[in-house]
């Protein structure tokens, strides 16, 4: 059946900059997000999702350092 109305994925996604590199520094995560106003962000390789970094979990390394 089709689905009509349904939000899916791509709909809540920003092509707008690429997903960062695992290398990134969390300050240039943090700036990505901003720009987005994103909560968090994709970490791709080679056309790979490694992970999802999150603004809470940056804000935890940080407190703990």
Partial sequence: ????????????????????????????????????GAQSWPIVEEGVLLGVVRRTDIYAILRKN
Avoid: C, K, N
Wanted: a negative charge; zero cysteines; hydrophobic letters at 45%.
């Fill in 1 to 36: 059946p089709v689905l009509r109305g349904l939000v899916i994925a791509e709909d809540l996604t920003s092509t707008d900059e690429a997903p960062l590199g695992p290398d990134e520094s969390l300050a240039i995560a943090l700036e990505v997000m901003d720009r987005h």
